[in-house]
């Protein structure tokens, strides 16, 4: 109290007093901050941590949502996870998904922005092609593959059929997956326009420099612009594996039957977790056990991220550093 | 062990309270959200039972287009919200205590359901007080819509179908029967499904391993509820008594499965293993790639809007497995009034309008299906000989109609999915009807016992 009576009385006349001015805006600067970040956290809360909490309040019940007579059964459905046969295939299903789009997804795209950041004529024309697909509805994407790959009239099977090749039930198991597979690829241009920006990001000094020191396109690609997309490429990897890991809407919209109940229907090639997650809870009305698998999935992906970031950190030039020589 | 929310489990009281009940509700419908997006959270908004300016304001859970909204509200003097008809919502709203004033559902498969879980309203003092549904005016067919705690068919009323089909019977193409050389259809006596499989084989039209023309389709209005009938033609029963399990292993179960796995080997239809890509029958049907469509006379609506197609198109009985000959009902569409409805009366008023007054007129004259009222049913469409055809075979199999007792415990998606889980191995593998049969009746009997713990 005295050091601050000492402090005002030290202060020249006509000067702000240092205390109710720092200490003001201070406070201003942090009203403004939640006032700017409240309504997002408002709506973090209520419409992800509160159904996430609700959600794991209910894979503690056998509840189907509807019924008066729902009971607690502590661990239970956690319990069964691990012993249902079909929880365990979808999920590795599920992975080997994940494992065959987001790698080929990546590395498609970069190819692609790679080709179309070169010097040539039509080149807008060429990205707006590539990228169109990307910007096609899923339900009518989906609707064309149907098309395309069915067995009797389908575009696929002519060609093949044109080789001499036996028609294929492309829309049944075990090719649907591939269907499935071609469909999500289809859409690569979204990771192409990324990385189209990215590499106009890349410095052309750096390149013309390798150049002059007699490095080669092959040299300079793989020694200085993938190391300086490296970023971007993490960034696509991982926003694609969590996006893989609950793949759901185009298994129901190759499914052979329409509407909601395509979920019972769904071939076994295509009955990644996030369809029996979904069975579980619509179809079965396992409302509790349902939840307690999208918890296991919340965990899984938690997992699957950090062992990504794990492998990242490793990887990645971030701010164009060796992450070999990078101290933290 | 019972609980609630907010009570440790060994707090929790041992019966049904009404607030741990509605708090776990409104979990689940949020639960709901977290699992199948924001669409049941944006559901819990309150919307239902309102007034506004005097005026209740009705919320239906109906498809666009079904209900004139505009007209029930001049006709009616309310105001009326429609929602989505969506299982997610729907729950979410119950949940959320904001329950829609009328809801669109199937009678035939979901009445036990919505019943034995205290959901929907009797209708029975409705129906008795009623100027434009009269008892002696129903359809038998809407018993569907009764159940009695435990046989489908009887005991107070709880909805009635906008319309309604006999789904086994079958819609065909003369064009395709007269190219393949086969003989129609009798309008009177119905086929036996290995006659009708042997049909379907002779009207199947390939080139190498590439289907052109498919014989017949034996999907109906999904697998679960065709096996039902099929092993009711053939005499049984698949679900006991009690509706508290099924048997798929009865020499009834059992023929009917090997119909089916035939079927589906024989590669003359649409199956798991030989997917539609159109999701139903109308597309190849319209384009001469299906000779026989197994729906009922609300296929006729498509038909009769295709002026060379209907010249071609005949309807005939449902076929029969064995000795009994059985014509039922797999779907009768209508609607129900939820007990958490805030408006009971104005939904019935809503209700009546739609089921028995000009609606239902219009309905009836469209051809999309049979009307739920007797007296309706002069007002169904005749004006072209394939109308007429269809309707004469229609009056006819009337008498063979049978109400084919559904189970509360499970919804018939969740058996759907276990056939769709099983058929395609079993359909490739050459595996009995026998084996699929245990497997099928030991997955569907633990999950209509996990169903019976929660309507106890």
Redesign the interface.
Known sequence: MTATLEALRDTPPGTARPRSGKRGRAGQRTRTFYLFVGPWIAGFVLLTIFPLAYAFWMSLTNTDGLSPNWSYVGLDNYVRVFQDQQTIASLGRTMVFMLATVPTGVAAGLAMAVLLNRDFRGRALFRALFYLPAVVPGVAAALTFKIIFDKNAGFANAAIGATGGEPISWLADPYVRMVLIFMILWGVGGSMIVSLAALQDVPRELLEAAKVDGAGPVYSFFRITLPLLSPIIFFQVVTGVIGSLQVFVPSLLLAPVNGAAAVTAVPEGNYFFMVHVYAEYFAKSHFGYASALLWVLFLFVLLITGVVFKIGNRAVFYGGVDPSERKD | ???S?GTT?SQ?APS?TELS?RS?????A???????G?GA?SACAPSAGGSDGGKTTLTVMAPENEIDIKAAEAALGLKIKRVEV???KL?AM??SGTAPDLVRGLGAVETPYIV????ALPLDDYFAKSELLKEDDIDPINDVWRYDGSVQGKGPRYGLAKDYSQDAMIWYNTALFDAAGVDYLSDTEPVTYDQWLELGKQLTQKD?????VYGLSAGGL?LFITMVNMTASAGGSLFADDLGSLDFSSPEGQQALSWYLDYARARVG?S??????D??DWPPYQTG?LAMSWSGYWFGGSIAAEPALAETSRFAPAPVMGAERISPCFGATGYWIPKASKNHDDAWKLFEWFMGGQPAKDRAAGGWGLPSLLSLRADLPTGTPAQAQALTVQDAEADYFKVLSFTPY??V??L??VL??YL?DAINDGTSAAALADTLNNDMNA?ID??K????
Do not use: C, H, I, Y
């Open positions: 062990m019972r609980g929310l489990a929790a049904k009940r776990l509700m409104r979990g689940t949020l639960g709901a959200a977290a699992a199948a924001a959270l969506d299982t997610t729950t119950l949940a034995a879980r205290d959901l190498g391993d590439t289907t052109s999904g649409f798991p293993v030989e997917p539609n890509p999701g139903w790639r499970v919804k998606e969740a759907d999915a769709n889980q395609p999950l996990e169903g713990e929660l309507v106890k």
